[in-house]
């Protein structure tokens, strides 16, 4: 059976590929559902066939002109995952020969940043793990925190905070990803060698998003990018992402970021300044009425001084 599986997902790849072409009347190009039915299907975690079987198979399959090609398997499978996950072209020469388990692995190893956050020099006692992980995206706001997009990175699992902002990639929420980033953690969570970047990154959408306001700022900021459904639904999905996972706060690749966010918030000084700014900034005619009162105020005083000092 695994054979046969082999086989039919190889077969798949070399027609999306047009390695080999379409029937006129193949059903694969008749019925539009087809093709994400399979690309979701292929990446479930009970569904994977070891990554070696694949190879073998198709070693065995290649018909001259393939050899001739010599385009690997990896290829060919990001080419087929390409078209649903809309990735730069350029990522099917880059992981043309990326080492994998199975083809869950492969994806989800092809989306690991390569960039590492660089250590800050400093002369400061090491900063201590927080407690907790992160607020929500209300609670942020009230300390002055926002929400960024931060464009033209390898992957949306890159988040940057600088100059009291929490920067992220544009991620797109819809029903292949709502398959592929369960049975990315479920995976991260089984196999214990791996990196836990979808699990870390996961959590961080957990803590962020509590209530249907959270999502909506974050599509108005453009970081979600919304097909899944109504805001309720892709809370409720990010929600469900974060449960009863096993999460190392101090080893995760965020451990920085949740720091920084954290001392950030806990300063009096930048809740005093967030605070200012909503109150008297938040429109036009409050800034007007604070920047009315401020000059009635500085009248008074020269009034005042002119009492007491007259000429």
């Not at 569904?47 to 694949?54: M, R």
């Not at 996950?85 to 692995?105: S, T």
């Not at 920067?167 to 991260?188: K, L, Q, T, W």
């Not at 101090?250 to 967030?274: G, M, P, Q, R």
Request: overall charge negative; charged content about 25%; proline content about 5%.
């Amino acid at each position: 059976m695994m054979v046969l599986d082999g086989c039919f997902i190889l077969e798949l790849f070399r027609k999306v590929s047009h390695v080999v072409p379409f029937q006129q009347d193949d059903p694969l190009v008749n019925m539009a559902w087809v093709l994400p039915f399979f690309t979701r299907d292929f990446l479930r975690l009970e569904n994977q066939i070891p990554f070696f079987v694949l190879e073998a198979l198709y070693d065995l399959t290649r018909s001259d002109n393939e050899r001739e090609s010599n385009v690997s398997l990896q290829s060919l499978a990001f080419e087929f995952f390409t078209n649903t996950m809309d990735r730069p072209e350029q990522d099917l020469a880059r992981f043309k020969d990326l080492k994998a388990k199975h083809l869950l692995d492969l994806v989800r190893s092809s989306l690991i940043p390569d960039s590492k956050p660089q250590a800050k020099p400093t002369t400061k006692p090491e900063k201590k793990t927080p407690s907790n992980i992160i607020h929500s995206i209300s609670k942020l706001q009230q300390a002055g925190i926002k929400i960024r997009e931060l464009k033209d990175e390898e992957s949306f699992l890159v988040v940057r905070f600088r100059h009291g902002a929490i920067e992220m990639p544009r991620i797109i929420v819809d029903d292949f990803m709502g398959s592929f980033f369960p049975n990315c953690v479920a995976y991260e969570q089984c196999h214990a060698a791996c990196s836990k970047h979808f699990t870390t990154y996961a959590t961080l959408l957990d803590c962020l998003m509590n209530i249907n306001k959270d999502v909506g700022y974050l599509c108005e900021q453009k970081i979600i990018e919304n097909y899944f459904g109504t805001e309720s639904a892709v809370a409720g999905f990010v929600n469900s992402l974060g449960r009863d996972v096993a999460f190392d706060l101090e080893n995760c690749y965020l451990k920085e970021l949740f720091i920084e966010v954290n001392e950030y918030y806990d300063s009096s000084w930048h809740v005093t300044i967030a605070d200012l700014k909503n109150t008297y900034f938040r429109s036009p005619w409050s800034f007007i009425s604070a920047l009315a009162a401020l000059i009635l105020l500085i009248l008074s005083i020269v009034q005042t001084i002119f009492t007491v000092y007259p000429r």
